[in-house]
């Protein structure tokens, strides 16, 4: 898969994608990331990529032609599933949302700033706006990140044990149960016995069943 994110800041996304998993997964060619600079498309000489708001107005608004530019070289080396924007009002980003994206092969990401892109950019070049959440970032850049993030990680071969993708909070509309490490009693607390029993389907059952309980009490709105 491949994940262009447009960005005129690209130093934001520099540390997300070079560490760990998803370092590794860039590594091993399961997925490519490249950002672009959105001020290399700019077409003014002062390589501007904001313009005050028609009709007045606090806050900058950034400009359809650098934006233009730059996803029609993208799209005109390679085909694109779906172009996203990163919005506060946006879709609100899911696990399932993640799991239909992560089956794309390309995808671009534009991030916007100040006080968003000129609507004509909306309307003609993306074809999907995705929130993180209802609350407002500087930029979406990290929210760009974090997607990424969800989406890389569902990728075959990225995380070591295939499985584990699998029984993440969320992908059953459960969260995930509780899980335990060494030691089995630290200072009087002690792991619960049956998942020292070695008995496969009990434990098996008792994790299905907190991660009911769970839900129940900390997202009742997932259970359907
Ligand atoms: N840009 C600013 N805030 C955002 C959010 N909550 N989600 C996505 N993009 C954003």
């Not at 005050?52 to 799209?75: K, S, T």
């Not at 609100?92 to 092969?105: D, H, I, P, R, W």
């Not at 998942?195 to 009911?212: C, M, P, T």
Request: glycine residues 6%; proline residues 4%; aromatic residues 8%.
């Amino acid at each position: 898969m491949r994940i262009d994110i447009i960005t005129c800041l690209p130093r934001l996304l520099d540390s997300p994608f070079s560490d760990s998993i998803l370092r590794r997964a860039q590594q091993k060619g399961l997925v490519e990331v490249n950002i672009h600079d959105l001020r290399k498309y700019s077409t003014d000489k002062h390589q501007r990529i904001d313009d005050y708001a028609f009709g007045g107005g606090a806050g900058m608004v950034m400009m359809i032609e650098p934006i233009a530019n730059c996803i029609r070289d993208l799209q005109s080396q390679r085909t694109y599933d779906e172009v996203i924007y990163m919005s506060p009002d946006g879709e609100q980003f899911t696990q399932s949302m993640a799991n239909q994206l992560s089956l794309y092969k390309n995808i671009i990401i534009l991030c916007g700033h100040y006080k968003g892109v000129d609507e004509r950019v909306r309307q003609h070049f993306i074809t999907r706006e995705i929130s993180i959440g209802d609350y407002v970032l500087s930029g979406g850049e990290l929210a760009a990140a974090v997607v990424s993030d969800a989406i890389i990680r569902l990728q075959p071969g990225v995380l070591s044990d295939e499985t584990s993708a699998l029984t993440d909070s969320f992908q059953d509309d459960l969260v995930a149960p509780p899980v335990y490490t060494r030691p089995a009693d630290f200072e009087g607390m002690k792991v619960p016995d049956i998942l020292l029993s070695g008995h496969e389907k009990k434990i098996e059952d008792w994790r299905f069943n907190q991660a009911v309980e769970r839900t129940k009490s900390r997202r009742p709105n997932l259970l359907k």
